[in-house]
C-alpha cells in the first residue's frame, strides 16, 4: 500500500523504504505527451520530491490506440506502481478495473460523473481523483468561436470519435450550437489514426468551409498528424488545445492540459503521504485560453477577424 512507503516526517523522503513508483496510463507517445507528464513531474518536484531517490516514473504509452490500453493497465500493475495517472476516461476505466485499489489521479480527461468514474465531484469515493474537465461545455464554445473567427464558412466540418464514451453528448451540442449559429455540421468521423487522412481528405468533396475538432484523447495523441492533414487540405480549423497551434494548427481554445497535470501534482502528493483518493474533492480546471498561430493566420484567404486577434491568450509564431 502507498501508505507504507510515505506517511509522515517532514518530507517526501523522510519514511521510505524505497521510492514509490508512479505509473502513467497515457494515450499518446513520449512525443506527443511527454511534455504535458513533465509538468507533473516538475509539480511533484516542487513539492519536494526528488526524481530517484523519493520518486520514479513507469510510463505506459498507447500510441493513439485506445485498444491497447487495458493491457497497458495491467502492464502497470505488474510493474507494482503505487500510483496511476490518467488522462482520458478510457484509460480511467481500465485503471480502475485494473486496479481496484491502486489510488488513480486523472490529470485531464471528461465528465467523470456522467462517465460513472466517480460517485461525485465533492466526494469521489473509490480509489479515484484528480483534475478532470468538463469537454461538454466546451463543443458549443468551439462552434460559437468557430462561427466568429470563419464568418463566410457556413459547412463546418465537425471532427468525432464515435468510440468515445462522450460522443453522443457532444454531438447533441454541436447541432444545438449549430442552429443557434446557422451552421451545416458535416459529421466527420474519426476513431482511429489510420482514419484521419481519409476523414479530412473527404472535406472537400462534401464541401466544408472549415473545420471543429472536438476533444478526444486520439486526437490530442495525433495532433501533429492532423495539424498536417488539415494544412494539406488548406481547410481553416479550430482545435481543442494548444498542442494543435503548437504544431501548427491555426487556432485553439480550451483548458490548458499542461496546467492541469501540474495541478494534480497537488494530488499525486497527498495521496502519496496518506489521504484517501475517494476523499480528496475533484477540481475543474481554471485556466482557459484562445490560441493562435500568426504564421498559419496569414496563410488564410481569408484573414481572421481583428475581434478575435485582440482577444487571443497568445499568438504564436
Known amino acids: 500500500m502507498v501508505a507504507t512507503v510515505a506517511i509522515g516526517g517532514t518530507g517526501p523522503a523522510a519514511s521510505q523504504r524505497r521510492p514509490v513508483r508512479v505509473g502513467s496510463l497515457s494515450i499518446g507517445s513520449p512525443t506527443s505527451h511527454g511534455a504535458i507528464l513533465g509538468e507533473l513531474r516538475a509539480g511533484l518536484a516542487e513539492l519536494g520530491w526528488v526524481e530517484g531517490r523519493d520518486v520514479e516514473y513507469v510510463y505506459a504509452w498507447a500510441e493513439g490506440r485506445t485498444d491497447r490500453i487495458p493491457a497497458l493497465a495491467a502492464s502497470l500493475v505488474e510493474q507494482r506502481v503505487d500510483l496511476i495517472v490518467t488522462g482520458n476516461p478510457v484509460a480511467t476505466r481500465a485503471a480502475q478495473l485494473a486496479a481496484p485499489s491502486i489510488p488513480i489521479v486523472m490529470g485531464s480527461g471528461s465528465d467523470p460523473v456522467g462517465n460513472g468514474l466517480v460517485a461525485s465531484l465533492a466526494r469521489p469515493g473509490g480509489n479515484t481523483t484528480g483534475m478532470p474537465n468538463q469537454a461538454e461545455a466546451l463543443v458549443r464554445k468551439l462552434l460559437d468561436l468557430a462561427r466568429e473567427a470563419f464568418p463566410v ?137 484562445l490560441v493562435v498561430n500568426a504564421r498559419a493566420a496569414a496563410n488564410l484567404a481569408t484573414p481572421l477577424p481583428r475581434a478575435i486577434l485582440l482577444r487571443a491568450d497568445e499568438v504564436i509564431g
Not at 447533441?172 to 474519426?190: D, H, I, Q
Not at 495532433?223 to 487540405?233: D, E
Request: charged share 25%; no cysteine.
Open 153 to 289: 464558412a457556413k459547412r463546418m466540418a465537425v471532427m468525432i470519435n464515435e468510440t468515445s464514451p462522450t460522443a453522443p453528448t457532444f454531438w447533441l451540442e454541436t447541432e444545438a450550437a449549430s442552429r443557434a449559429s446557422g451552421l451545416v455540421p458535416l459529421r466527420t468521423v474519426v476513431r482511429r489514426p489510420e482514419e484521419i487522412d481519409e476523414a479530412i481528405g473527404s472535406l472537400s468533396a462534401r464541401r466544408a468551409d472549415a473545420l471543429v475538432v472536438l476533444p478526444d484523447p486520439v486526437y490530442a495523441a495525433e495532433h501533429a498528424a492532423i495539424v498536417r492533414r488539415v494544412a494539406s487540405a488548406r481547410l481553416p480549423a479550430i482545435y481543442p488545445f494548444r498542442e494543435f497551434v503548437l504544431a501548427g494548427g491555426l487556432l485553439s481554445y480550451g483548458h490548458s492540459i499542461r496546467d492541469s497535470y501540474r495541478r494534480s501534482a497537488a494530488h499525486v502528493d497527498k495521496i502519496l503521504k496518506g489521504t484517501k483518493p475517494g476523499d480528496l474533492p475533484i477540481e475543474q480546471p481554471t485556466r482557459f485560453e
